[in-house]
């Protein structure tokens, strides 16, 4: 695992969006796996002052996103897919045919993780998998527990996942129990991944993705222990608690 260090939140979403831009222009037909939650909106304003600045194309991008609630709307504020429009997809001209997020209101669950699966393959899998982590080591919504061999499923959030994420909501009630989050298989099979990890609720994951050596699926974000081509690009803060910090 490569590490980037990164003064602030700032510099470290700064750093993000280069990193996503130099793929961009490497390749213009480049699958992105997109995240949702605090730490990517930064970035996704950088990509956005790029695409004003520079008119970077997004034309022949294609994107996936890595979860949605159960139950919501894509018009609920707390959707996925309300999030992603509003933080990037409105305003950089990605063509909506080539936007996908789990639909958190199908009927066929099942049948909606087979057909997200399906579709990342047809698309060639994800080139660059931008990833948070969440307080307990979760990527994705693969909470600890979690099998590394799964793809795309539904999950139960744990409590600790709930009341991280009822920030975003009126109260702790409002948040979605369940939610479809693509699997740690599926994760893996990116051909590259990167991860942003910023401040101090974020330290003691970092610290155990780092310098343990521990792949257990106790620990979700230790599978990228098992990935040859993972980037962290991460705060000082989110750092200080390192050994070598
Ligand atoms: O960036 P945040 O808000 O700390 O969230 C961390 C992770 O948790 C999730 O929001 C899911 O709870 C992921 O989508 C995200 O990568």
């Known amino acids: 695992m490569q590490i980037i260090k990164g003064k602030n939140y700032e510099d470290i979403s700064q750093k993000a969006a280069q990193f996503i831009l130099k793929r961009i222009h490497e ?21 956005i002052k790029d695409y004003e600045n520079n008119h970077t194309s997004y034309q022949t991008v294609s994107s996936f996103n890595l979860d949605e609630y159960i139950g919501l709307a894509p018009s609920d504020p707390n959707s996925y897919h309300y999030y992603m429009y509003k933080q990037l997809f409105s305003k950089i001209d990605i063509p909506k045919d080539q936007i996908f997020l789990p639909n958190g209101l199908a009927t066929d ?36 527990g979690t099998p590394f061999n799964q793809r795309t499923h539904v999950v139960s959030l744990t409590e ?23 699997g740690i298989a599926t994760i893996l099979k990116s051909k590259e991944i990167l991860l942003l990890v910023t401040g101090k609720s974020k330290q003691a994951a970092l610290k155990r993705l780092i310098e343990s050596n521990e792949v257990s699926e106790d620990f979700p974000a230790s599978a990228l222990r098992k990935h040859e081509n993972v980037t962290i690009i991460a705060d000082e803060e989110a750092l200080s608690k390192l050994e070598s910090s």
């Open 109 to 144: 669950l099942a049948n909606e993780c087979l057909s997200y699966e399906r579709k990342i393959k047809e698309y060639g899998g994800i080139d660059l998998q931008l990833l948070g982590i969440g307080e307990n080591g979760h990527i994705g919504f693969n909470e600890p």
């Open 27 to 47: 390749n213009n037909r480049l699958t992105l796996g997109l995240a949702t939650g605090g730490t990517p909106r930064r970035t996704y304003e950088y990509l």
């Open 160 to 182: 600790s996942t709930i009341e991280a994420n009822a920030r975003f909501f009126d109260s702790i009630d409002e948040v979605p129990r369940k939610a479809i989050t693509v």
